[in-house]
Structure formats: structure tokens, C-alpha cells
Antibody, heavy 114, light 112 residues
Framework: EVQLVETGGGLVQPGRSLKVSCVAS????????MSWTRQAPGKGLEWVAS????????YYSDSVKGRFTISRDNAQSTLYLQMNSLRSEDTATYYC???????WGQGTLVTVSS | DVVMTQTPPSLSVAIGQSVSISCKSS???????????LNWLLQNPGQSPKRLIY???NLGSGVPDRFSGTGSEKDFTLKISRVEAEDLGVYHC?????????FGAGTKLELK
């Protein structure tokens, strides 16, 4: 059974940093591109970032470019999102997703507020 | 960025009824590899999204064949035949042909 389990969310002040993680199981993680997608409370879905299966290339939405960094550890089947200079508009549930959005985690809530 | 226009924003249906949802993109979703990367997702209340359909018309794993997807280029449709209670929630179309990947605004399917 495929599982994506996100951790690391929480309450953080504006301007601070947070790193969320996603541990994958049930599929060959190193063969898949991976992404982060977020959903602000009561809003729609927004793609945040993607990384190629080997980790050599990354892609970001304009709203997070320069502030967020996606990375992965294929040996540990883990995906990361380092979030710096957080803003109130980054408040959302962050979902770890596999390529083509085939698999989704349960999400981790990040709240940016003073 | 590719804009995904999804209609209607909400639907009120009776169990057993059939419904369709439209999704139109601002540019062609045909990738340079010849494939069209248009997916449909269902988000049940309080749950994570789940992929129903990929590449326009392919059913995801475990998805009942009451769901079907059609379309090409810039115009796509999701049809649900014989709606069941478990089908209620928000439907999203999403294109992963172009970066950034972009989503429709969602269609909320509710019981009449």
C-alpha cells in the first residue's frame, strides 16, 4: 500500500523558517518526480514545487521562488520542503504528492501568524 | 501560466443521477511527447484529494467505471454516471503538462 506521511507543520511567526518532511513507502520513491501542493483554509489547490526523481532539477511557483527549497533523500525515501521568510499567505495544508498527482499524503498544516 | 476554467462551481444532485463537469484551459495541454496531462481529482469532505482520472481519460487505481473523462487540446469533461453518496465533495481539474501546474477552482457536488 502506498503511503505518504507528512510531518513538521505547526505555528510559526512571519519571517521565520520551517521545514516539512514527507516519508514515502509502498512504491519505488527514487523512480518518481515528487511535488508539494498546498491548500489555504477554505480555498483551492495550488502547486508549490516539484523535483525530478534524481533530485538534479527543481521547479517552483512564482509565489515561493527564492524562499522555499524542495529536496529529497532517495536513500531514506523522504521529500522535504524548506520554507524561509514565511508570510501569512503561506498559511495552508501542505500535501506531498507523487508525479502526475497519483498519490497524496494526508497533509500537514502550516500556520503563519504572530 | 495556463488558466483552468472549471464549471459549474457547484452542482446539486440526487443519488443515481448523472452529471458532467467542464474544464477549459487557456492553451493546449498537449505535451511535446504527444500526451495530454489533464487529471481529475476528488476531495471528499475533510480528506486529501484523490486522483480519479489521468491523461484525460484513464481511470486511476480502484476508481469505479461510473467515472469517465473525455476531451482534447483545451476542452475537457468529467462525467459521473449514477452518482453515489461517496461521490460527494469537490472535484478539481489540474494540468501537469506545463510548469507551473495549475488547478481549476473546483466544483462542489452536493446532495439535492
Amino acid at each position: 500500500e502506498v503511503q505518504l506521511v507528512e510531518t513538521g507543520g505547526g505555528l510559526v511567526q512571519p519571517g521565520r523558517s520551517l521545514k516539512v518532511s514527507c516519508v514515502a513507502s509502498g512504491f519505488t520513491f527514487r523512480n518518481y518526480w515528487m511535488s508539494w501542493t498546498r491548500q489555504a483554509p477554505g480555498k483551492g489547490l495550488e502547486w508549490v514545487a516539484s523535483i525530478t526523481n534524481g533530485g538534479s532539477s527543481t521547479y517552483y511557483s512564482d509565489s515561493v521562488k527564492g524562499r522555499f527549497t524542495i529536496s529529497r533523500d532517495n536513500a531514506q525515501s523522504t521529500l522535504y520542503l524548506q520554507m524561509n521568510s514565511l508570510r501569512s499567505e503561506d498559511t495552508a495544508t501542505y500535501y506531498c504528492t507523487s508525479s502526475a498527482l497519483a498519490y497524496w499524503g494526508q497533509g500537514t498544516l502550516v500556520t503563519v501568524s504572530s | 501560466d495556463v488558466v483552468m476554467t472549471q464549471t459549474p462551481p457547484s452542482l446539486s444532485v440526487a443519488i443515481g443521477q448523472s452529471v458532467s463537469i467542464s474544464c477549459k484551459s487557456s492553451q493546449s495541454l498537449v505535451h511535446s511527447d504527444g500526451k495530454t496531462y489533464l487529471n481529475w481529482l476528488l476531495q471528499n469532505p475533510g480528506q486529501s484529494p484523490k486522483r480519479l482520472i489521468y491523461q484525460v481519460s484513464n481511470l486511476g487505481s480502484g476508481v469505479p467505471d461510473r467515472f469517465s473523462g473525455t476531451g482534447s487540446e483545451k476542452d475537457f469533461t468529467l462525467k459521473i454516471s449514477r452518482v453515489e453518496a461517496e461521490d460527494l465533495g469537490v472535484y478539481h481539474c489540474v494540468q501537469v503538462t506545463h510548469v507551473p501546474h495549475t488547478f481549476g477552482a473546483g466544483t462542489k457536488l452536493e446532495l439535492k
